[in-house]
Structures are given as C-alpha cells and as structure tokens.
C-alpha cells in the first residue's frame, strides 16, 4: 500500500476524497488529513518516511498549494503530488508542472479522472520501489563481496583502491570483530539457507550493526564495534540464540578485535581456533578470546598417576553394588585422571569409549543376565562421537551407567552386607583393601572396619587373610605348586604367602600339603 496526504482546507473536499473511491483497491491508504498548508508541512516533516503521495488544493490560507510543494522539494525530489484547483488557469498549473507535479485535477473532482491519475502514479512508485531494491541489493552484494574477499584473501591489498571501495559501501568503522555461528548439527541450515540470510541482513544491515554471509552450515558475521570486552557480547548471544532456534542449534564463536578492515582475516583466525577447541567449553555460552575452557579441564591430572584396570575394576563393582554415588563419582572425576592436558578432542572420545567398554566388557563377563548391554554400546558410541562439547559427552556416559544401576537396584542395609562379605570372597585374590571397600560401599573406612569386626570377631585384614588361607588349602589339596597357590590366592611374595599360611594353619604350605598327600596315600 501507498500512503497517501490530503490537504485541503474545506472539510467536506477532504471528507470527500476519502469517500470518492475505494482506495485500497487501487493500491492507496489514506494515512493522514491536514487543514491546511502549515500542517501539512508539519506532518510531513513528522512522517515523511511514511508518505508516497500528497493530494493538494492550490488555494489555502496562509501557506498555499504550491508554496508547500515548492518547500518540500528543497529537500525532496521523489514525493508525489497531484494539485487540485478551482480554478483553470494556465500560469498555476504551468507552475505545478514545474515542481514535478504529476497531474492538475479541476474541482469538482471527477472521479475516473482521479482514478486515472492514481493508477499512473502506482505504476511510477512500483517501479521506483523496484530500482530501490536493486539498488540495494547491488549495494549490499558489493558488500558482502568485498567481505568474502578479506575473509579468503592471501596476497596484499591495494590500499587506496580498497579503502575507496570500503568508503562508497560505508564499512570504514573504528574497530572490527568476527562473529562465527555454527549449526552444532551441520545438516539443516541448507534446507533454510536463504530464509536465514535475509533475516540476518534486516537484522545486522537495518542499524548498521554489520554484515552477514552464510557459507556451509556457518554463519559469518562482521560487527563495526568491539564487543568481546563487555556485556555486550553475552546479550548479543542471548539474542541470536533466540531468534535463529527456528534454524538450528548453533554455537556462537567470536574472534578478536582489529582496527582495520583488511586485518579481520586475523579476527577470523582466532574465531576458527576457538571454533576446532568448543569441545572444551562449556556449552550455551558465547565463546571468545577471553573465554575460559570447561573448569572440569583446566587441571587435568597426569596420565599415569592412576592404574586404568584398577579404576575399571572399581567402576564393574560399583555397577554391580548398585553403589551411584560411586558410579558418578568415577565418571565426573577419576575418568579425567586419564586425559592428557592438551589432548585433542577426538582423543578424549576415544579414550572415554576404551575405559566405558572395558568396563561393559568385565560387567557381561561377570554376569550373564547384562548381555542385553551389548545392543545399548553401540548408541552410546554414537552419542559420544556426536557430542558437540564435553559436557555434553560426560552426560551421555552418566545416563548409560545410570540405566544399568535402574537394573542394579540398591539393597537394605543387610543385603548390602551380605554382597559386601560376597565380594570379598569373590575377590580374594585381587589387591582389595579396606579403603576400597568403602568407596565401593558408600561407608568411611573406620565405620567399615568395625562394622567387619562386628560381624566376624575379625578386622578385615584377618578376615582376608583367613579366606584366602582357606582357599589355599583348597588348592593345595588338588596338588597346586605352592608358588602357584600364592599367586592364585593374591599374594604376590611367595615368602609372604609361607608365614601367613604357617601363622593361621600351623605348619607349613609344603608340610601341608605332604600330609595330605600321605592321607590321600
């Protein structure tokens, strides 16, 4: 719709025209009225963003007709105008004319004469609406080529060709900075692609903010003004997330400030580091120079200060206690026992994997009924693989041990010490001490201590060592080596294994195992 101005000063003339035609079926809305040319020139100074065309009477008090034309086109060539008059007379109408007054319309109005004049001048203002937006989008494609160029270019720049370029396209600023949104998924943007850019430039373009391009799945944004170092940045972020959910998930990288436009290649180098480390920041969190990564990896410990098969062997008894407090525990800290500072995110994936399928592997090896794992592993791969952050990686392993504990359901407090003494003697052989024991269990060692003492007259030492002397004298009767029994039984010194046995059974492994021998004989 066109909008359209009468000014004239009889009420019924104005009244009238309203009423004449049915505007909006041609293409006109009456958006305003003034009494005279004083207001007229008042609203249009007001709203002339807002006017396409204005209906005038030659002949008002105070400011006439072509007064008010003559004062509007100082400042505006492209207003429309169509003079009404009482009066057929040559000299007004050759001045009209000279104001680029499109027709000179004799009151009373004739109604197929007005009609006729509309219809011309819809078709004018169409058609400079339409050399307006290739206008604009030539201007704006200029733009976005001599953005794409800075952000490839590799060979120098003409300096005085490319700043008058820059100038003419109004992309001289104080300071640049690169902004990259990725599409976590990488997969959706393309079906949504030219919606996405033409909201981004009514977005970026309308207040000058910057300029935007999209190219496989990334957003590429440069903003005239540094944001980095304030609040801005995490309202600017707050605000595209917002508004590009329709699009996508996306992650929002910015690069560092720069002075000069042919540097922003440099504001786009540190915005593509930062982008091939997200995986080490925390999600739904703008990412920038200034940025610190996830605090879970900041002190990583080293590598090899802890034994993997011990942590996996706590891991299957924890599952299998159906102890989650252990479970998280191990998974939220002692995993990160074994990353490297450093390393690499797709070594962080593989190495969670190694340490989850160790762990499935012993659990099913341990217990049958827990095959049904083995068609859940390989989504959780998956999850893993398509994790866009390691957070987002340690929830997916968290959910996994906790869908297993829902199998492994917590006891009462004395079928937890029924399954404790159980893994004792499952686990004789095995280095298990008593601090273990707690974690596995969720008790503190003192308490844990007493609660064995209680139970067997014992502390858990002496408990141990009875069960593992009692399996030894098992072995030993099926004529085992006696190097063979202490190492089956968990000691690794054999000399060590001699004592204890001859300390609980009074004589000797090989004493004892000769007598048996003679009573067999």
């Known amino acids: 719709m066109h909008n359209v101005l009468i000014v004239d000063d009889e009420p019924?003339?104005?009244?009238?025209?309203?009423?004449?035609?049915?505007w909006e079926e041609y293409g006109f809305y009456i958006f305003d009225t003034a009494s005279s040319g004083t207001e007229a020139l008042e609203k249009y100074n007001q709203y002339q963003e807002n006017i396409d065309l204005m209906i005038v009477d030659i002949q008002m008090p105070g400011i006439n007709g072509l007064r008010l034309i003559e004062e509007i086109r100082k400042t505006n060539q492209h207003l429309h105008f169509i003079i009404l008059s009482g009066f057929a007379d040559?000299?007004?109408?050759?001045?009209?004319?000279?104001?680029?007054v499109e027709d000179y319309i004799l009151k009373p109005i004739n109604e197929n004469e007005l009609v006729t004049s509309l219809e011309k001048i819809k078709k004018a203002l169409n058609e400079e609406k339409q050399k307006q937006l290739l206008l604009e989008k030539t201007f704006l494609a200029r733009k976005e080529q001599l953005f794409s160029f800075l952000l490839t270019k590799n060979e120098a720049v003409d300096d005085d060709t490319f700043l008058s370029e820059a100038t003419s396209l109004g992309l001289v600023w104080d300071s640049y900075q690169l902004i990259l949104l990725q599409e976590l998924q990488q997969n959706n943007l393309s079906k949504q692609e030219t919606d996405l850019e033409e909201f981004l430039k009514n977005y970026f373009e309308d207040d000058n903010r910057g300029i935007s391009i999209i190219y496989t799945s990334t957003i590429y944004i440069l903003l005239n003004k540094q944001i980095t170092k304030n609040k801005n940045l995490k309202f600017l972020y707050i605000e595209l997330m917002e508004?590009?959910?329709?699009?996508?998930?996306?992650?929002?990288?910015?690069?560092s400030e720069v002075n000069q436009l042919p540097e922003i290649k440099k504001s786009l180098d540190a915005a593509q580091e930062l982008l091939k480390r997200k995986f080490f920041y925390t999600e739904n969190t703008p990412i920038s120079p200034d940025t610190d990564i996830n605090p879970k990896l900041t002190s990583v410990p080293n590598v090899h200060t802890k034994n993997e098969n011990e942590l996996i062997d706590k891991l299957v008894y924890g599952l299998k206690i159906g102890n989650k407090e252990v479970v998280l525990k191990m998974v939220e800290?002692?995993?990160?026992?074994?990353?490297?500072?450093?390393?690499?995110?797709?070594?962080?994936?593989?190495?969670?994997?190694?340490?989850?399928s160790s762990a499935v592997t012993k659990l099913i090896s341990a217990d049958s009924t827990l095959s049904w794992l083995e068609g859940e592993y390989p989504n959780l791969v998956e999850q893993i693989y398509h994790s866009t952050s390691f957070n987002q990686l340690e929830a997916g392993i968290i959910n996994f041990f906790s869908m297993i504990l829902?199998?492994?359901?917590?006891?009462?407090?004395?079928?937890?010490?029924?399954?404790?003494?159980?893994?004792?003697?499952?686990?004789?052989?095995?280095?298990?001490?008593?601090?273990?024991?707690?974690?596995?269990?969720?008790?503190?060692?003192?308490?844990?201590?007493?609660?064995?003492?209680?139970?067997?007259?014992?502390?858990?030492?002496?408990?141990?060592?009875?069960?593992?002397?009692?399996?030894a004298k098992e072995l030993l009767k099926k004529n085992t080596k006696v190097y063979k029994v202490a190492e089956l039984v968990g000691y690794t010194n054999v000399d060590y294994f001699f004592s204890k046995f001859k300390k609980y059974v009074g004589v000797s492994p090989s004493a004892f195992k000769k007598e048996k021998e003679k009573g067999l004989a």
């Not at 508004?243 to 690069?255: E, T």
């Not at 990160?336 to 995110?345: H, I, K, S, V, Y």
């Open 90 to 100: 040559f000299s007004y109408a050759k001045k009209a004319m000279s104001w680029g």
């Open 406 to 471: 829902k199998e492994m359901k917590m006891d009462t407090k004395e079928v937890q010490i029924e399954k404790l003494f159980a893994f004792i003697h499952e686990n004789y052989h095995k280095n298990i001490k008593l601090e273990l024991l707690a974690e596995i269990f969720n008790y503190s060692s003192p308490y844990l201590g007493k609660l064995i003492k209680n139970t067997t007259g014992e502390s858990f030492n002496t408990y141990l060592d009875h069960v593992r002397i009692q399996k």
């Open 333 to 356: 800290q002692d995993f990160l026992a074994f990353m490297e500072n450093r390393e690499t995110e797709i070594a962080i994936k593989k190495r969670y994997i190694h340490l989850v």
């Open 12 to 22: 019924m003339i104005r009244e009238g025209l309203q009423l004449i035609i049915p």
């Open 243 to 255: 508004l590009l959910k329709p699009y996508g998930d996306f992650c929002f990288i910015a690069g």
